[in-house]
């Protein structure tokens, strides 16, 4: 196979701590302990590596990236490098000074999550009470003259308030608001039934959608990432499976996309034993699911191979036990039975409060 070409995003999980815990998390189960964390001189020289390979972006994630005191210092490594910065955060802890020395440090944006436009449902969702909090940090970044994202993870507990979290993206003065479907990985999956909606709330949802679309041409960008469960389209695994960016959790941990910690297991490859470029261009890791050779007959015969790339390799995992199977959520698969049998079970009326499994630290991992 030819070398792969360059990544051009890295996705840098700092911590998993964060002061929320919400029930659509996509952090694996086995959350990342602060004792084993990457320094911040180790990150420095990650990112390093990470401009050296091609990288351009990086979003600094978590958990709750504002956890790390050192947060400013490994945006400034980021600029140094060459790469530009975004925050994505909770909101929780930003404050005016905060937010000023990461702007010296080079930050260049902030996404924002948002759970619901209702303090009592958002805190519900996030099994934490921090709908103020997220207000203030919108009107911070937007003052200091940031570019503001909005992030709302959709699930059936927030489907039904579609217009309202459009119209608090305007009234945030957002730039740009994600409406993202959850996708069901770490605890997302152990909350599936509970966020799974109802198709009949996706269909009312992107019709808002495009109406939204069609009124604010211009004026912000609305993004929709669909839901493959209900759509039945296997959405295409991050351009294919390590073809465009890299994660780095907070162990240092190099993964093809984040969610792969599971399906990689102890195969997964370190930055504390490896270089990345060795790691992006031949770790076996990152090798596994390039090209088309590891696809299975389905896949091989199907024309959207090239677009949707087999479909997502840590679904396929998570749902039948083996990742190169062809992704279940697509309605050609052999197994895609067992997505609609889940679909199905969702045709039931909205409205009743779900029953969450939040995530939890071990008493090692919780936030000093």
Known sequence: MTDPDPPWALLAELTHGCPL?????????????????????????VLRQAADLGVVQTHLSGGEPLLRRDLAEIVAAADTAGIHTQLVTSGVGLHAE????????????????????????????????????????????????????????????????????????????????????????GWALRNRAALLPDP????????????????????????????DYVDGVAKPCMGGWGALS??????????????????????????????LAWIWRESEAFARFRGEAWMSETCRGCELRTVDFGGCRCQAYALTGDAARTDP????????????????????????????????????????
């Not at 889940?342 to 991992?365: D, I, K, N």
């Open 200 to 227: 009949a709330q996706v269909a009312r949802a992107r019709e808002r959608v495009e109406r939204w679309r069609e009124r604010l041409a211009g004026r912000m960008e609305l993004v929709w990432v669909a839901p």
């Open 21 to 45: 815990r919400c029930a659509y998390c996509s952090n694996p189960l086995e959350l990342t302990a602060r004792s084993v964390e990457l320094t911040a001189a180790e990150w420095s020289d």
């Open 98 to 185: 905060r937010l000023a020395r990461l702007v010296d440090a080079g930050l260049r944006s902030v996404q924002l999550s948002v759970q619901h436009i209702d303090p009592e449902a958002a805190g519900r969702i996030a099994g934490a009470r921090a709908f103020a909090a997220k207000e203030r940090a919108a009107r911070i970044v937007t003052e200091a003259g940031l570019s503001l994202g909005l992030n709302a993870v959709l699930h059936r507990d927030n489907l039904d308030a579609l217009d309202g979290l459009v119209e608090l993206g305007l009234a945030w003065r957002a730039d740009r608001v994600e409406l993202a479907n959850t996708q069901f990985y």
């Open 246 to 275: 890299l994660t780095v959790a907070p162990d240092g941990t190099v993964l093809p996309c984040p969610a792969a910690a599971d399906l990689l297991g102890p195969a997964a490859p370190t930055v504390r034993e490896h270089q």
């Open 329 to 368: 959520a697509c309605h050609r698969s052999p197994d895609h039975g067992l997505v609609r049998a889940l679909v199905e079970e969702a045709r039931t009326p909205a409205g009743t409060v779900p029953r969450y499994v939040y995530r939890a630290y071990t008493a090692e991992a919780v936030p000093q």
